[in-house]
């Protein structure tokens, strides 16, 4: 019997895959390399963005289309809004929320699907989660054997009028920091060259929590700057070139012992993601973001000045409730100051049970895309004018993949910049040198530096 796990959604919810993933083999089910092939089929969903729901009503489509030819069992699990849950209990076979995730095998099984437990093997006994930590403590079944993901929090306290996620996450909780620490470890130890820390809100980590937990005196749950230096000790020691990121920050929460922290470490990369979301303060009102366009220029000028070499990403929302052409304006001259390197920008799509779901949507679609393509216009340009400052210059990147075209590799800088360049597949989970040939609005071309050596690929996590 065999399976096949899909997710949509944000880097949360791969990470939430790799734990289904990881389950559904204990169980003794195989993962099929096509979705055509397996047995089961199941969808990690994400409820925030309208575009991610269509995309699983699409796939559910399909399946469900599959099963005139052959049996075939259907589940849907992850970042779900009641709203959606209940459409998708009419379309799926199992709906299961993701704490009840160790219950898989015995849902499947309740279902009529044998679960293929090898000769010699006990099955794998179902429990019910009673706290996060219950999720977190399963092994994930890492999708590279080069980059990883290592959730330290989920879930989130600042109920933002535009977001979904305290409906389908919930309140925030803490990771314990011994935990996130051991995952680190062995992922150096195996070889990892990127690591993620992820959650809603990572820089509220460990906030409130005080030293619940905590072994010997040591809090369980220090704060985000703390939890940063300790996996850069980890990371630095390697024997091995590894970077380390997180995502999501949010401005409110950012502190100059953050910036210090990346600062003192190689190993903890030079990137920062800080989500701006509106350059006008009245719709930054709105939408419940309690800082300021100042308060951001403030940490945009630490960042700056504390780390002259890091990358800039954001996320921006157009066409948000009641957002005038003024105030739109002012979204665009913030992103001409700012410079940003990368920018993830939206048109507004109301989720219910979000604050924002409740008020008129009123600036129509037609003009919500017409201030994404001017948004992306001036993303093209600041990223354009940063990547031609690089043309010439040898740079180290980390090679994620072959491209789809043969002789070519996909790379990305430190600073998570795409580039593409010539190479051979043992390349793939290195860190090479490579010199900037060309710049484009979103992406570098490169070739390898004459003066690299290669490094031999990382050993797959077992």
Not at 157 to 169: G, H, I, L, S, W
Not at 329 to 343: I, L, P, Q, S
Not at 348 to 361: E, F, L, T
Request: with cysteine.
């Amino acid at each position: 019997m065999t399976y096949r796990v899909i997710a949509l959604g944000c880097q949360m919810n791969i990470s939430d895959s790799e734990r289904v993933a990881s389950v559904l083999q204990g169980a003794g089910y195989r993962e099929a390399e096509r979705e055509e092939d397996a047995d089961i089929l199941g969808v990690v969903a994400c409820s925030v963005r309208q575009k991610a729901i269509d995309r699983i009503y699409s796939k559910i489509h399909e399946w469900n289309g599959w099963k005139a030819q052959r049996p075939l069992l259907t589940f849907v699990s992850g970042c779900i809004l009641p709203e959606d849950e209940r459409k998708f209990l009419r379309l799926f076979d199992l709906v299961f929320r993701i704490d009840d995730l160790p219950r898989l095998p015995e849902l499947v099984r309740t279902y009529g699907v044998p679960v293929p437990v090898p000769s010699g093997v006990e099955p794998q006994r179902s429990v019910t989660l009673q706290h996060a930590d219950d999720f977190w403590a399963i092994a994930p079944r890492y999708q590279s054997p080069h980059a990883a993901y290592v959730p330290i929090q989920n879930g989130c306290d600042k109920f933002c009028t535009f977001c979904a996620v305290p409906y389908t996450r919930g309140r925030e909780v803490s990771r314990p920091a011994a935990d996130i620490l051991g995952e680190v470890t062995r992922l150096v130890e195996n070889g990892y060259r990127t690591i993620t820390l992820l959650g809603q809100n990572v820089n509220s980590y460990g906030k409130g929590l005080g030293d619940a937990g905590s072994a010997a005196g040591t809090p369980a749950f220090p704060t985000f700057a703390e939890l940063l230096d300790e996996v850069g000790d980890v990371a630095d020691t390697a024997a091995h070139r590894v970077w380390v990121y997180f995502t999501s920050p949010h401005p409110s929460d950012m502190s100059g012992d953050v910036l210090d922290a990346i600062a003192a470490h190689p190993s903890l990369a030079k990137q920062v993601h800080l989500p701006l979301q509106s350059g006008d303060d009245r719709v930054l009102i709105r939408m419940n973001r309690n800082y300021r366009l100042e308060d951001y220029r403030k940490i945009v000028g630490d960042i700056r000045d504390r780390l002259p070499t890091a990358t800039l990403f954001t996320d921006l929302i157009v066409g948000f409730c009641g957002e005038t052409e003024e105030q739109f304006a002012a979204t665009r001259e913030a992103m001409e100051e700012f410079r940003y390197h990368m920018a993830f920008i939206a048109a507004y799509s109301p989720r219910p049970g979000a604050a924002g779901s409740r008020w008129d949507d009123d600036v129509p679609q037609s003009e919500k895309k017409r201030r994404l393509h001017v948004l992306s216009e001036v993303l093209q340009r600041t990223a354009l004018a940063h990547h031609e400052r690089q043309v010439g210059a040898t740079v180290d990147v980390f090679v994620e993949a072959e491209d789809r075209q043969p002789g070519l590799l996909l790379a990305r800088t430190e600073g998570r910049i795409p580039v593409r360049l010539a190479g051979d597949a043992a390349l793939v989970g290195s860190i090479v040198p490579a010199t900037v040939t060309a710049a484009r609005p979103l992406s570098l071309a490169a070739e390898l530096s004459a003066a690299h050596t290669l490094a031999a690929a990382p050993a797959a996590a077992g």
